[in-house]
């Protein structure tokens, strides 16, 4: 068993298979008439074009035995052939370009032939050429390998600017090449998920979206294709609104609450609270900590209740606040606001907001509406006699029924006394 101290450095970054294939593939001499027949076969290893000492030597002075193979093979000392050299790296390519992790081997050839620049007779734009472009770009194909994404998503990365790069026309085919710095600065761009930025502020992840929506934080599309917040505005937040606060050694006044936690009174929003503590309408408080921002950073629970009372907007509830009011089921508030029972503010898609049933509609409920059980209580009969003196009288319901969805009919009281 070999000694974990004992194994080449390089070893650790090759994948099986590319090991195997340049063990093979650096034992054999380039310059052998028979280096096709001995390659393919691989029956013996005792021949005289075939050197197994040499393909170990590659692993074990990585990337200088490299160097000084390519050196034997490439000999520029006597001048080397376009033929001779376009071949044996011919070879070289097709050898490795199909088996996982063969770039490592690659970029040590580029490097190599860098160094020689001008004496090796390659064309430009070759696999192993010189160009610029060449060494400045990167095939779309090596890039999504690089960033471990699908081809498809480098060729869109390019198309909306998130990466640079050129497309030229090949025949019929259409080839993208990324600019190697673009990469780089792309896998590391310094970009923070929301869940992230969640847990460093403290707040939840709807917070964090109400901060993006107020221009707080800023979104900028990853190179997976995902909404990432920059790191900029996180730190420019964190600052400017420490950079506010009042210093204090401790947070024992009963009247303070972390401006994580302002939520928990309602209808109120971290972005609100936050936009009026930069701009200096309600004084904030830093305590030191080993916690979230916004939970180092406290507020006068009087102050932010002022601030509702002052930006004048009605009162309003939960859907679970309304249901437990009205003592109705969570499923039928939704109902009751779409058919004009409840009062509420919706979404672009229709969907009731986070805290948005007006109270007043709530409080005016049981003046205007009543359910079927609570006719057949008053009544001291059963709901389904109740439907029925209802369907002759030809009264019509606000709400119909629907066992099925588990709902109840709702009245009008104006109506409902005509058939009392």
């Not at 050429?129 to 390998?145: E, H, N």
Request: glycine residues 6%; charged residues 20%; contains cysteine.
């Amino acid at each position: 068993m070999v000694e974990q101290n004992n194994v080449p450095p390089v070893a650790s970054k090759l994948t099986l298979p590319l090991a195997v294939a340049m063990a093979w593939f650096f034992s054999i001499n380039p310059h052998d008439s028979n280096w096709r027949e001995l390659y393919i076969s691989k029956n013996s290893a005792s021949s005289d074009g075939i050197d197994a000492s040499r393909g170990a030597l590659v692993f074990e002075s990585w990337p200088l035995e490299l160097q000084h193979w390519l050196k034997l093979a490439l000999p520029f000392h006597v001048g080397c052939s376009k033929q001779d050299a376009e071949r044996i790296l011919y070879r070289l390519r097709t050898t490795f370009q199909k088996i996982e992790g063969a770039d490592l081997l690659f970029v040590e050839v580029r490097k190599y032939l860098d160094r020689t620049d001008g004496r090796l007779p390659l064309r430009n734009g070759a696999f192993f050429g010189l160009s610029d472009d060449a060494k400045r770009l990167m095939p779309a194909a090596m890039a999504a390998r690089f960033l471990k994404v699908r081809p498809e998503r480098i060729s869109s990365l390019w198309s909306s600017g998130a990466l640079k790069g050129q497309s030229t026309m090949r025949g019929a085919r259409r080839l993208t090449f990324i600019e190697k710095s673009s990469l780089e600065n792309g896998s590391s761009e310094q970009l923070t998920s929301k869940e992230g930025a969640a847990a460093l502020l403290g707040i939840s992840i709807h917070q964090v979206a109400l901060l993006v929506k107020d221009g707080f934080l800023k979104v900028k599309c990853g190179i997976h294709g995902v909404g990432m917040i920059t790191d900029e505005s996180l730190e420019k937040l964190c600052s400017n609104t420490k950079s506010i606060c009042i210093p204090r050694n401790s947070n024992s006044n009963l009247d303070v609450m972390p401006v994580s936690e302002v939520t928990a009174l309602r209808h109120q929003r971290i972005a609100s609270v936050v936009q009026h503590i930069l701009s200096g309408q309600i004084a904030a408080f830093h305590v030191p900590a080993c916690v979230p921002i916004f939970r180092q950073i406290y507020v006068k629970k009087s102050d932010v209740l002022q601030l509702r009372r002052s930006e004048g907007e009605p009162a309003a509830l939960s859907v679970r606040d309304v249901s437990k009011r009205l003592g109705l089921a969570v499923r039928m508030v939704p109902i009751l606001v779409r058919a004009g029972c409840l009062q509420a503010k919706l979404s672009s898609g229709g969907e009731l907001e986070k805290r948005s049933v007006l109270e007043s509609s709530v409080a005016a409920f049981h003046s205007n509406y009543i359910m079927t059980a609570g006719i057949a209580t008053k009544l001291k009969t059963s709901t389904k006699t109740v439907m029925r003196i209802a369907r002759n009288a030809g009264v019509v319901p606000v709400v119909s029924s629907s066992s099925i969805l588990g709902i109840s009919a709702v009245w009008r009281l104006s109506v409902i006394k005509n058939i009392r």
